[in-house]
């Protein structure tokens, strides 16, 4: 898994940088947040092809206004991920604050309106926990991945067996 710096500045208008070591790069934005973005190597979600788990960070903990070049920073690095790699990116909303619908939401209204110049599929689901805490989850694969079909199918069944509910 790579991505390339140089490609991502040139289209991020925020100045991103690599962290060294791992799948991650980071910006400071106008108002102080400073994010780390990346890609977590997963073993265990989809076992028929390399994924890798996408995650945003707010490592200083700062409140963001709505800032579009948060947006537009982002989408230039997944992009990248997408132009130089073939792997499955898997998103999963963090559950821990509630604020989960909205950030699928927001997720969803990204890749919706920057998709369409890209060669991309965007599958998502939503999975009710043992906790009965709804979790929202999605892949995003480039259309000409050589097992396409498989890793749909793999997710739609993953998908299918979390929801179904023990029969007592």
Known sequence: MKLNIEKINAKAPYKVTSIPGIHFVSFLTDFGVQYAVGFDKDDTTMPVTETYQFSIINGNHKKSPRDPKVRETIIAIIENFFMENQEVMLYICETGDGKQSMRNR??????????????????????????????????????????????????????TLFNEKPVE
Do not use: C, Q
Request: aromatic residues 16%; negative net charge; glycine residues 4%.
């Open 106 to 159: 927001l997720f969803e209204y990204w890749f919706n309106h920057y998709r369409k110049h890209w060669n991309i599929m965007f599958l998502t689901a939503s999975i009710t926990d043992e906790n009965g805490i709804l979790n929202y989850a999605g892949i995003v694969l480039r259309n000409d991945h050589p097992r396409l079909k498989e890793i749909v199918n793999e997710f739609t069944t993953a998908v």
